[in-house]
């Protein structure tokens, strides 16, 4: 299988909306949702794809679901894949799928916490903290004076995700001013209160007034 940080899943069906239903309730997954129409596009997306998991309905449109399951399993680059049957009840037979190499069954209709704790269980695919509700809304930015056009991705409760038209430039920042050089009056005030003296101002270019003792005294910085 293909080793990336996120999991893919296969979704094979003869019907576009069961697939889209499907897509929908693993939204929140942090995976990669491949389709396919049949069980012969199905075994090629397979093998190219590499997922974690297959979930496959009975009917494949040119192949049997138990014939696709051994199909899977014969194959050294596929049989390592696991297996996810969405059966009816009354019509489909499962046992021959689970015969075949099939790992699990759901049956319709297709709960979401049902299907959820069936990719757990035959997956490590990870669920998204924070739900993302996909959008695409044009936005216009604004940044250092410089306006970029882009288009929101999605939209979750710590932000939105928005891709622009070019690379924004990174501010380098400055270092804060160094102040510490100015410190050294203190070793003059310290002179002025060894002596005791009440009035003294110490005369040259850049001094500054301070106060000690109640008096007004005069040293450079």
Same mark, same amino acid.
């Given at each position: 299988?293909?080793?990336?940080?996120? #999991?893919?899943?296969?979704? %094979?069906?003869?019907?576009?909306?069961?697939?889209? $239903?499907?897509?929908?309730?693993?939204? /929140?997954?942090?995976?990669?949702?491949?389709?396919?129409?049949? @069980?012969?596009?199905?075994?090629?997306?397979?093998?190219? *794809?590499? !997922?974690?998991?297959?979930?496959?309905? $009975?009917?494949? $449109?040119?192949?049997?679901? !138990?014939?696709?399951?051994?199909?899977?399993?014969?194959?050294? +680059?596929?049989? @390592?894949?696991?297996?996810?049957?969405?059966?009816?009840? *009354?019509?489909?037979?499962?046992?021959?799928?689970?015969?075949? #190499?099939?790992?699990?069954?759901?049956?319709?209709?297709?709960?979401?916490? *049902?299907?959820? #704790?069936?990719?757990?269980?035959?997956?490590?695919?990870?669920?998204?903290?924070?739900?993302?509700?996909?959008?695409?809304?044009? +936005?216009?930015?604004?940044?250092? &004076?410089? $306006?970029?056009?882009?288009?929101? +991705?999605?939209?979750?409760?710590? &932000?939105?995700?928005?891709? +622009?038209? /070019?690379?924004?430039?990174?501010?380098?920042?400055?270092?804060?001013?160094? %102040?510490?050089?100015?410190?050294?009056?203190?070793?003059?005030?310290?002179?002025?209160?060894?002596?005791?003296?009440?009035?003294?101002?110490?005369?040259?270019?850049? #001094?500054?007034?301070?106060?000690?003792? @109640? &008096? *007004?005294? &005069?040293?450079?910085?």
């Amino acid at each position: 299988m293909k080793n990336d940080v996120t #999991g893919r899943i296969l979704l %094979v069906d003869h019907s576009r909306g069961s697939l889209m $239903f499907q897509e929908t309730i693993l939204r /929140r997954r942090e995976t990669i949702i491949i389709t396919a129409l049949s @069980g012969s596009e199905a075994l090629l997306k397979a093998r190219d *794809e590499q !997922p974690q998991l297959v979930i496959f309905s $009975f009917d494949l $449109f040119d192949m049997t679901a !138990p014939e696709f399951c051994r199909e899977i399993r014969s194959d050294s +680059v596929t049989r @390592g894949i696991s297996l996810l049957l969405v059966s009816e009840r *009354e019509t489909d037979h499962p046992d021959l799928c689970l015969a075949a #190499g099939c790992n699990d069954v759901i049956y319709r209709p297709l709960q979401r916490i *049902e299907l959820d #704790g069936k990719v757990q269980k035959l997956t490590s695919i990870p669920v998204r903290r924070e739900l993302r509700t996909i959008t695409k809304i044009e +936005v216009s930015l604004e940044k250092n &004076g410089r $306006f970029y056009l882009g288009r929101s +991705v999605n939209v979750s409760s710590t &932000g939105m995700l928005i891709e +622009v038209d /070019r690379v924004l430039q990174r501010v380098r920042r400055t270092p804060p001013v160094n %102040v510490s050089e100015r410190c050294r009056i203190a070793e003059d005030l310290r002179e002025i209160r060894q002596h005791r003296l009440d009035h003294a101002r110490v005369a040259g270019r850049g #001094g500054v007034v301070v106060n000690v003792n @109640g &008096g *007004e005294h &005069g040293v450079d910085e």
